[in-house]
């Protein structure tokens, strides 16, 4: 592999709202672009792709990649060999996962492979759905994704915390959390249990190794541990055979198999990445901490002048990986109004008037006074984004000189 170095939601409109925030900040805004902060799109990671210039470049031929078959003697027969030699180096690389005796099963995003996961868990099915939860604040998808198909098979059953009924059930442990960044174990731990473990963001440039993971089904996406959310990539880590054969019918039945395209990009990518991060030089992850570091150090200076908003704490751990004490740098800020804005009752309306589209708390089955924003956007969005939350504090503290 080749070796890297650096040159260098909702869409209704906003409610209209009257408080003491406002004081022409809003008016100011009327030609000015909503900021998309609602999606956690890693455009953030662009320039660092950018400098690496042809050194991940891929070429095919019109005639490659022609057969649906990647090596049928595999459990997951549609999976690339380079694409799984590139996996297991690079958990071996980072520390964060076991990958030894374990079954790769490649999807079209870890959206796919959660839906997979799901079916492989809860199939042929008994007298009643499975049901599926998490604890709050959760990944706001996870209720649409598994109620979407109406499965007999499994439900959405909510909250991990307020789970009280008897029989099988699955829960979904997002670690480091969506939308909050805390890391997290399961909450219902009774033998009828099964977990699925989804560790997208268990990568040195949002948070601390500090454990090679050992779960049964973890869950990983090309997306976020690289940035390329187009190529549409993801992988389990499975120790049942059975299960990963579960999950590999799923896909070939959903949508017989998966771009050999996008996994051959994805196994350069990712070896080249773990080729880098063994030498001292500069390195994606290196770039990516970087970032995500400057970012929130920027994001606490505006908060900490901030009556109206605060961010969760994070405590400092030793990394494996970077071989030192770090904090998180979770890719999404759950920001929270405080009671000194008691008026605002839904955070992410108010801050759609200010052209700041977030996500609610309410999608997480959280409070209504809490918005998730994007880390991971660009930086000239991120730049405006920390523009506008100071000018509502700049507001703030106009209005109340004035009282």
Not at 49 to 60: E, I, L, M, N, Y
Not at 324 to 340: G, I, R, V, Y
Request: charged fraction near 25%.
């Amino acid at each position: 592999m080749a070796s890297m170095t650096m040159k260098m939601t909702r869409d209704e409109p906003a409610v209209p709202h009257t408080s003491r925030y406002d004081n022409g900040t809003k008016s100011n805004l009327c030609s000015s672009p909503f900021l998309p902060l609602s999606a956690g799109d890693p455009t953030g990671f662009k320039p660092f792709w950018r400098s690496v210039g042809d050194q991940c470049k891929v070429t095919f031929e019109s005639c490659d990649y022609m057969s649906y078959l990647t090596d049928v003697g595999n459990v997951c027969w549609f999976l690339e060999k380079d694409l799984e030699d590139a996996i297991r180096q690079l958990h071996r690389t980072v520390g964060n996962a076991v990958t030894e005796d374990r079954y790769i099963v490649v999807g079209t995003g870890s959206t796919q492979l959660f839906q997979a996961a799901l079916y492989a868990l809860t199939s042929p099915g008994g007298p009643e759905p499975v049901n599926v939860v998490s604890a709050v604040p959760y990944y706001s998808a996870y209720a649409e994704e598994v109620n979407f198909l109406r499965s007999g098979l499994y439900k959405w059953g909510g909250d991990a915390y307020t789970f009280d009924k008897e029989g099988p059930y699955i829960e979904l442990v997002t670690m480091p959390n969506n939308p909050d960044g805390q890391v997290r174990d399961p909450v219902v731990n009774r033998y009828e249990g099964k977990l699925i473990h989804d560790l997208a963001y268990y990568w040195p440039q949002y948070t601390p190794i500090t454990s090679q993971a050992n779960y049964d089904l973890m869950l990983f996406t090309f997306s976020k541990s690289m940035g390329h959310a187009g190529s549409r990539i993801g992988w389990a880590v499975v120790k049942d055979r059975e299960v990963a054969i579960k999950m590999t019918k799923y896909i070939e039945l959903n949508s017989i198999g998966v771009s050999r395209e996008s996994q051959h990009r994805a196994a350069v990518i990712l070896g080249a990445v773990s080729d880098s991060s063994q030498s001292l030089g500069d390195n994606f992850f290196r770039y990516g901490k970087g970032m995500m570091t400057e970012r929130w150090a920027k994001l606490k200076e505006v908060i900490s002048h901030s009556k109206m908003f605060s961010l969760p704490k994070y405590i400092e751990e030793y990394c494996r990986f970077s071989c030192e004490d770090t904090e998180p740098h979770p890719a999404f800020a759950w920001l929270k109004s405080n009671d000194a804005a008691a008026d605002i009752e839904d955070l992410e309306i108010f801050l759609r008037e200010y052209k700041i589209m977030g996500r609610g708390g309410s999608l997480f089955g959280s409070n209504p006074k809490h918005v998730r924003v994007s880390m991971v956007g660009d930086e000239e969005t991120f730049n405006l984004f920390l523009e506008r939350l100071s000018s509502i504090q700049d507001t703030i503290i106009d209005n109340e000189n004035c009282i």
